[in-house]
């Protein structure tokens, strides 16, 4: 390990009187948590070992929690490969099973028997086998005055030799990620199986109650989960999908705790968190506030509006969209309360603060002196880059992810660059048809000309002059948009293999005769050419400066409580439930009930309907032994650290069993992915009872109960 690593998590090992709240927030990572995290973890009421929670030579936690199709996470639930996920994590596989006439996302799904269970294309769970430090292998031979590009060369290469060598079994691979902005580097031996099936889930009304409305909001009443299972050869290896593969059998699988929670008890939630930048500079967090997210936001709310209106309208583009929609609402949601809590919890004077104490650190000693001239180069670095980083995100949110004609046409242009090699030209136009098949199912033509109207308008208004195309500079965009969606082959999967008709030379002739091409090729050049080398230029160079940073902070502050910020990689996370104020004179219970759906209950409204039969279930009270106190809870908060990633995670209680299932944030919090403030920082659970009784007393699906372990940890 990176001496200076090592230095900072022996430091680490005092910090054991910090106030309770010292002790919560932090992604850490499950093979290093012997020492402070573990006398913490125990402070809060953990009953467990680390040992149980990773373990590389005996079965732990860790064989049971796989990454769910590189986004999300799950866990198994039974000795039968039974995998527990967010239903808007497996939302994508129940939208593909369902039509009009067989509607899984309106009625839900549940197999009656695993012979009912439905494969699903391009989806895979990834295991974590072993993790290893390989600091010192990658950063072999590594220069100090070398340029970045050279180190990053150096590292690329120690990287790929480190991964060829590694021990690992044939079906296994091989993974290096970074830590600490590249002061660090763990190696991770994966399991990957591709044959994973559809085994239940919620209707709608109940896995997505509350929709947009409540995305990112407490109180909260959603039993936002999913069913699937695993399947494996006769030898419980990976294997593609086949009729032949048998139900996986894991290494373990967490027993479900009937006992639930109370305020303050020890919870942990363990997977794979995305993205955080808890040790940006002050600079960076105020053009995240007053620069980039406000682009982000306007985009999507733009393009979100029309969808909208038009889902409500129509069932079948309610169908075609909901996924769509979905994962640019949950985004735009987050920005706007993460620019808000950033606000409200002062973020950038707080990190001003720091800045100044880390200044006066650096300058009492000579060999860390230099570190004082870090800031005033992040000063100057963030002010040149931001035009093109604004120009950046609106390119990025208008061409690439919001107007869908746009982003078809991103797909051909890569084309371009294939037209001198025959057989790498027909092989990506062949790739091209083949995944736009399933594009063109879920796109309206009438729907995306609205929103490229809008979007493209916005982009044209707003975007910084110098950096426009000159094809959006004094535009008459609603008349360039009539006449792209009205003589344009992009806008439907016949119209796109007439345009990748023929050789080499018929298709580049037939593309640029083609207005709706022509216009999108026009916005990528410039991206291309005026925007992306700059800004590349510079952030390779706020990169290389931010581990630098990164790095003076392990040095000035040894006794500090640091953590790697995540990167998709296994972590842990733990604290305790606990309510929360939200704003003055208001305070949220850390639980909510079944009778919160019914207060909320619109009949046949798009958000907050409710099935008949859960009504009926709580009329009667027929709650089985789900219940606690008469009342059957449906969803908790804790001070758990969490991301987008984190949606499928498994809640822990103190004795190792699940509790609940992650699936948000509060809104009041979403800043933590930059600034974690345990105030009003809470994730968001499904309790585990209410999935029970889901698939139990609503769905009758009475044979999943039956290969789970339900456990009673409190009277032990």
Known sequence: MNLKIKHLFKALLVLVALPIYGQQGGMWIPSLLKGMNETEMQSLGMKMSVQDIYDVNNSSMKDAVPHFNGGCTSEVISPQGLLLTNHHCGYGQIQAHSSVENDYLANGFWAKSQAEELPNDNLEVTFIVRIEDVTKDVMSGINPKDSEQVKQSKIAQNIAKTVANFPKESYQENKIKSFFEGNQYILFVTETFT?????????????????????????????????????????????????????????????????????????????YPGRTQEYLPSFAVEQIVNDLNPVRI??????????????????????????????????????????????????????????????????????????????????????EITPYAVSKDFFTEVALRNAELLSSAWKVFALEKSFTNATSFDNKKASIINS????????????????????????????????????????????????????????????LKELLNGDAKQVQQNLNNDKGYLFAKALFENYLQNILPKYEELDLQITALQRTY????????????????????????????????????????????????????????????????????????????????????????????????????PAIDAHGNLIGLNFDRVWEGTMSDIYYDPSICRNIMVDARYILFIIDKFADAKHLIEEMKLVHPKNK
Do not use: C
């Open 436 to 495: 736009q098949e399933r594009f063109y199912k879920n796109y309206s033509p009438k729907v995306d000309e609205k929103v490229f109207e809008a979007i493209v308008s916005k982009y044209a208004n707003e975007a910084p002059k110098e950096f426009l195309p000159s094809i959006l500079k004094n535009a008459d965009i609603p008349a360039i948009t009539k006449e792209i969606y009205k003589e344009s082959k992009l806008t439907s999967l016949e119209g």
């Open 550 to 649: 990164m790095k003076a902070q392990l040095d000035l502050y040894p006794d500090a409580r640091i953590f790697p910020d995540a990167n998709s990689t296994l972590r842990v996370t733990y604290g305790k439930v606990d309510g929360y104020y939200p704003k003055d004179a208001t305070y949220y219970e850390p639980v909510t009930h079944l009778e919160g759906i019914m207060e909320k209950y619109v009949p046949g409204d798009y958000e907050f309907d409710v099935p008949a039969k859960l009504v009926e279930l709580y009329n009667n009270k027929d709650y089985g032994q789900y219940a606690e106190d008469g009342k059957l809870p449906v969803n908790f908060i804790a001070t758990n650290h969490t991301t987008g990633g984190n949606s499928g995670s």
């Open 298 to 383: 306007g985009v999507r709310d733009s393009a979100l509006k029309i969808i909208d209106e038009y889902m409500r309208a129509e069932q079948n583009i309610k169908i075609q969209y909901a996924s769509k929609y979905a994962s640019t609402a949950n985004y735009w949601k987050k920005w706007i309360g993460e620019s808000l809590g950033l606000k409200r919890t002062n973020a950038v004077e707080a990190k001003q603060a720091f800045e100044k104490d880390f200044i006066e650190r650096a300058n009492k000693n000579k060999k860390t002196k230099a570190y004082a001239d870090i800031l005033p180069q992040f000063e100057k670095l963030y002010k």
């Open 195 to 271: 044959d994973v099936r559809l085994v239940g889930a919620p209707p709608s009304s109940i896995g997505k109650f509350g929709s947009d409305t409540d995305n990112w909001v407490w109180p909260r009443h959603t039993g936002d989960f999913s069913l699937f299972r695993i399947y494996a050869n006769k030898d419980n290896k990976p294997a593609l999908y086949s009729k032949d593969n048998v139900p996986y059998r894991p290494k373990y699988f967490f027993p479900i705790s009937l006992d639930g929670i109370s305020e303050g008890d020890f919870t942990m939630v363990f997977g």
